[in-house]
């Protein structure tokens, strides 16, 4: 499936890094050579690129794991078709101390994927599972 794509200022093309990859790698364009996210805090983060998405498709900014697994993760955000501004991720410095982003560094990743309409249909009751409303924690850990 093609997508439009249009870079903005300095802005890199999302990529695919090995085949199989499910998402595209994101690289941040910055206003400076590098930005400082302070311990505990947040940053938007300017990706450098716009996107035109088929009706049915969105897509979805997720983190990288490597950076997720040094405390760095960045809030999940939906990408709808009729959006045409430049695609933002919300990057999350969950470490003790500060971390910095420089200009063209891969960020976060982006899944473009199917997003079906539903037709909600109001009812009282609803059929009986095995699991009923066993939620949180349910399972064990």
């Excluded at 990288?64 to 501004?85: C, E, H, K, V």
């Excluded at 079906?116 to 609803?126: A, C």
Aim: net charge negative; with cysteine; glycine share 12%.
């Amino acid at each position: 499936m093609d997508v439009k794509i249009k870079l903005v200022g300095n802005g890199m093309m999302p990529e695919y890094k090995r085949s199989g990859d499910a998402c595209l790698d994101c690289h941040a364009r910055l206003g400076a050579d590098r930005i400082c996210i302070p311990a505990h805090s947040r940053c938007l983060v300017n990706l450098g690129f716009c996107l035109e998405l088929p009706d049915g498709w969105e897509a979805v900014v997720r983190p990288r794991s490597g950076l997720s697994a040094s405390g760095i993760d960045n809030a999940i955000g939906t990408i709808d078709s009729s959006y045409r501004g430049e695609v933002r991720a919300c990057v999350i410095n969950n470490t003790d101390g500060a971390f910095d982003i420089a200009d063209g560094d891969r960020i976060c990743q982006l899944a473009i994927r199917r997003a079906e309409k539903v037709n909600l249909v109001q009812v009282d009751e609803l059929s009986d599972t095995g699991r009923g409303a066993s939620g949180f924690g349910s399972t064990g850990v």
